[in-house]
């Protein structure tokens, strides 16, 4: 057998030989022209790409931004798990609700479930519901010890 025979096709892959199908200038065969490919040396990146991967900083879909870039969100830590944010602890990401974040930041006392916003307000002396407000509408003690 003829050693080029052997040699050449091997030769043909080091050097990064493209299939048949790579035309019109498609250097990565993905079926995009280096005039429309943003970058033509790697398939998965094209104007047709999802350009979903948080935090990887490449333009996936050839559209001039990464998308998460365009998403960014404000979420409140809550510390207390009731489903309100405390509005001093707030993080900005392109990435999507992290653990032990909500999107709101209504909570006035994010170390105790049982005070936030959806609170019954109780006669205890604090504001569980954070309208502002202590005790509501209980019956106010006058001190006289006289009853009508």
Request: charged fraction near 25%.
């Amino acid at each position: 057998m003829n050693r080029f025979a052997l040699i050449f096709p091997l030769f043909l892959l080091s050097v990064g030989c493209r299939p048949q199908d790579c035309k019109n200038n498609d250097q990565d065969c993905d079926g995009y022209a280096d005039s429309v490919d943003c970058n033509d040396a790697d398939s998965e990146i094209n104007p047709d790409a999802a350009d979903n991967v948080c935090g990887d900083h490449i333009d996936s879909n050839c559209d001039g931004v990464d998308g998460y870039l365009e998403n960014l969100a404000t979420y409140y830590r809550d510390t207390d798990n009731d489903g309100y944010g405390n509005p001093d602890y707030l993080f900005n990401t392109y990435c999507g609700l992290p653990d032990s974040y909500v999107t709101n930041s209504s909570d006035c006392n994010d170390f105790s479930p049982w005070i936030n916003p959806g609170a019954t307000e109780t006669c205890d002396g604090l504001d569980n519901n954070c309208d502002g407000e202590i005790d509501e509408n209980c019956p106010v003690d006058t001190g006289d010890n006289y009853d009508e």
